[in-house]
Nanobody, 130 residues
């Protein structure tokens, strides 16, 4: 069982930055791939970024590539999402998720699929004003 708690959301002007954190409970955090997803009002939850269990592989949605980075600290049971050059369209509730993903090429296909993640946090609101 893994429990996830996000923090770091808030209100920021366009062009600004925020760093989201996701703290995980449990001793098996390092065995899970971690993902960030977001959901805007009236829209489906969509993939943002993912990182493999050891941080060696990352993947980003095209909409955030070059602006967001994902990292993890397994000693602190925490995954981070650094968001730079924020745009109003980044406004959403951001959720972190944990899942056991296959290794190899399949990781890239599975990491964007929210059904592959077993545990979810409650989310943190990010609002970007224009």
């Amino acid at each position: 069982q893994v429990q996830l708690v996000e923090s770091g959301g808030g209100l920021v002007q366009a062009g600004g930055s925020l760093r989201l954190s996701c703290a995980a409970s449990g001793r098996t955090f390092s065995s899970y791939a971690m993902g960030w997803f977001r959901q805007a009002p009236g829209k489906e939850r969509e993939f943002v970024a993912a990182i493999s269990w050891n941080g060696g592989i990352t993947k980003f949605a095209d909409s955030v590539k070059g602006r967001f980075t994902i990292s993890r600290d397994n000693a602190k049971n925490t995954v981070y999402l650094q968001m730079n050059s924020l745009k109003p369209e980044d406004t959403a509730v951001y959720h972190c998720a944990a899942g056991k993903l296959p290794s190899g090429f399949a990781w890239f296909a599975f990491s964007v699929d929210k059904s592959r993640y077993d545990y979810w946090g409650q989310g943190t609101q990010v609002t970007v004003s224009s």
